[in-house]
C-alpha cells in the first residue's frame, strides 16, 4: 500500500500532463505541437541510428572531456589560488570579472583564435566552465577551519599530504556546489558551440530541423537534449551522495544534537 | 548546494573579520597589480607574436574602442535592449516561481504531487528551446523572454520550495490556532522564513538571465548587446568585438553588486546579515 501511494505520487502529475497533451493534440492537428504518439516514432526513428553516431556521442563526447578538464583545471588551479593570501588578492578581481561575463560571448572569441574545430568546442567548454569550479575552490581553501590548519602543522604534515587529507576534504563540500553550475554551463556551451558554428552536432541538428520546419523532428531534439540534462543531474546526485557522504553523516549528528 | 556555499561564505567572512590585519599591501592594491599585470599581458600576446593581432587586438585597442562605444548612443541603445529583456525575463520568472512556490510548498500534498515533475524538467536546459523560440517568436523579444524565464523559473522555484519547508513548525501551528487566515499566514509567517531563500534565488537567476539575454541575441538576432557582438564578429571589427565583450562583463559584475547590495538591505533584519555587520 505505501509503495503503491509513492509510485502514485511519483508518476501521478506525469501521466496526467501526459494525457492533457494527448487529449489536446488529438483532435485538429497542431502544427507546432505533434501528438505523444509522433513525437515517440519521430525521436525513435531520428535518434536511434547513424545519427547517435555522427552528431550525439561526439558532442557528448566534447561535453564529458571539457567538463572534466575544466574541473581537474579548476581545482588545480584553485588550490594553488587559494592556499596564497597575496596570490588570491592580486587575482580576485580579475577572476571576478571573468565569473561575471557571461560564458556565450566566448564562442565568438573562441572561433576567432582556434577555429571552427572540435578543440574550440572543448575550450569554449572549458572555458565556461572553470569559473564557477575554480572560484569555489578558492573560495572553499579560504573558509577552512584555521583549527585544522594549525592541527596539520603541528603534527607535521604538510605538502601533499596536507592537501590531499586535509584541504581537499574540507573544500569538497564548496567545490561540488561549484562542478554543479559548471555541469549547466557546460550543457549550455555545448550546445550553443554547436548552434553558432559547427556542421555537426546535437546543437547543429536541432537548428537544423527548426529551419526546415521539421517540427516533430525539432521536439524529438529538445527532449535529447532534456535527456541528457536529466542524466547529467542524476550522475552528479549519485556522485555528490558518495564523494560527500562523511558531510551529510557529520550534518545529521550535528543537527541531532 | 547553494546553502552549503552561503553558510561558507558567511563564517568566511566571520573568520576574516577577526583575524589580525594582514602585512604587507592592502587587499585593493593588490588587486590593482593584478588587473594590470592581466592588461600587461593580453596587451604583450599580439605583440610578441603569440597570437595574431588581427585575432586579439591590443588590450589598448580595445580599450580604446569600449571609450568610443561609451559615447555612442547605439551602444546604449543595445545596453538597453539587453537590460530590457533581462529585467523584464526576471520580473516574470520570479513573480510565477514565488506564487507557485507558496502554493505548491504550503501544501505537503502538492509538494510531494509535484516532486517528480520538478526534478525532471529542471535540469532540462533552457537553450534546448532555442529552436521553439525561433519558430513561435521569431527575432522578437519574446523568444529572449522565453529562454530566461524557463531559466530563471526553477532557480526561483527550488529556493522558494527550500524556504518555505524551512518554516517553523510551532509558528505555523500557533498562527492557525490564533485563527490565522491563509493569505496572514503566508504574510506573516512564511514569507519572513522565505525571504533569505527568495533572495539567493533572485541573486542567482538575476545572473543566469544576463547569460540567456545575451545567448539569445548571439544566436537568434534579437536586439541587444549579443547580436552586436555577433555582428562585429561578422562585420570583422575585431576589436569592437572585444570591446562589446569587455562590456558584458561589466554587465555582468554590475548585475552581481546590485543584487548583492539589495540582498543586504532587504535582509538587514535578518540574523545571518546582522551577524556578519557586528562580527
Known sequence: MKTLKSIGYLLGLPVILLAWWWLATSGEPNFFVPTPSRLV????????????????????????????????????????VGLNRTL????????????????????????????????????????????PVLLNTIEGVRSIDPVQNETSRSYGITGFARIRYQILPSATPTIMAGVRQALSIGLILMVISEMFASSSGLGFTIVQFQRSFAVPEMWSGIVVLGLIGVALSFIFQWVQRRVLRWYHGLKEVENAV | MTQMTESSTRAAVRAKASRAPSKGLPKWVLGLIGIVAFLGFWELMPVIGAVQAKYLPPASEVLAALVTDLGLTAFWVAVGDTMLAWAIGLAMAVAAALVLGLVIGMSPFLRRFTNSTIEFLRPIPSVALIPLAVLLFGIKIESALLLIVYACFWQVLIQVLYGVADVDNVAMQTAKSYGFSYLQRVRDVVFPTMLPYLMTGIRLAASVALILAITAELLIGSPGLGKEISLAQSGGAIAGMYALILATGFLGVAINGVTRVVEKRVLSWHPSVRGEATA
Not at chain 1, 547517435?52 to 588545480?76: E, H, K, N, Q
Not at chain 1, 574550440?120 to 572555458?127: L, N
Open chain 1, 41 to 80: 516514432t519521430t525521436f525513435v526513428e531520428t535518434w536511434f541510428g547513424e545519427r547517435m553516431l555522427t552528431d550525439v556521442l561526439p558532442s557528448i563526447m566534447r561535453l564529458v572531456f571539457g567538463v572534466l578538464a575544466a574541473i581537474v583545471l579548476g581545482i588545480a588551479l584553485g588550490l594553488a
Open chain 1, 88 to 131: 588570491r588578492a592580486v587575482t580576485e578581481p580579475v577572476f571576478e570579472f571573468f565569473r561575471a561575463l557571461p560564458p556565450p560571448v566566448l564562442v565568438p572569441v573562441l572561433m576567432l583564435l582556434v577555429g571552427i574545430n572540435d578543440g574550440m568546442k572543448i575550450a569554449v567548454i572549458i572555458s565556461g566552465c572553470i569559473w
